[in-house]
């Protein structure tokens, strides 16, 4: 079904400074189911390989350097209408511009460290799902 997944990562400040707990049960609480789940870490080649859209941007190789700076939670989440509706529960990507009681609002750092990645778009959603994960790694609903 078109529309139903998508991809997150907890990034590294947030697993470092313990707040992975608190962002997992937020996303349950919000009606995602967790299809699939773990704790990798990205290569600087994986960094720049997943921020590629970025490249040639001022933040650029600070966000490379962050994001393959420690370990991160990666998801797929299930729900209907997930993109949108995750980077509604997600907020701005800068903290300060976020509503009250997004995940970015309560647990980011900063513009670049802001707790989650969350796909843009369906299209995303599966190529950021399968760059993570296997099919044996994923237990939709309907399996
Ligand atoms: P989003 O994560 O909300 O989709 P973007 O795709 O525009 O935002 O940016 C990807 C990531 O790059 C952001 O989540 C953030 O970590 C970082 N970033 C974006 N804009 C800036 C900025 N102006 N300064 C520093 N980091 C930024
Ligand atoms: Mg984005």
Redesign the pocket.
Same mark, same amino acid.
């Given at each position: 079904m078109a529309g139903n997944i998508t991809f997150t990562m907890i990034?590294p400040y947030a697993v470092k400074n313990g707040k992975a707990g608190s962002i997992i049960a937020k996303i349950i609480e919000s009606g995602f189911r967790i299809i699939a789940m773990k704790l990798t870490h990205l290569s600087k080649a994986d960094a720049e390989y997943f921020?590629s859209i $970025?490249k040639g941007r001022p933040?650029y190789e600070?966000?490379v350097d962050f994001m393959s700076s420690g370990p991160v939670f990666v998801a797929i989440l299930e729900k209907e209408n997930a993109v949108a509706d995750y980077r509604k529960i997600i907020g701005n990507?800068d903290p300060k511009k976020a509503e009250e009681g997004t995940i970015r609002k309560l647990f980011a750092e900063s513009?670049?460290a802001?707790a989650v $990645?969350?796909s843009?778009s369906d299209e995303n959603a599966e190529w950021e799902s399968n760059y993570f994960f296997s099919h044996r790694e994923r237990f939709p609903a309907k399996s």
């Open positions: 990034k921020y $970025h933040f600070s966000l990507t513009v670049q802001n $990645h969350g843009d």
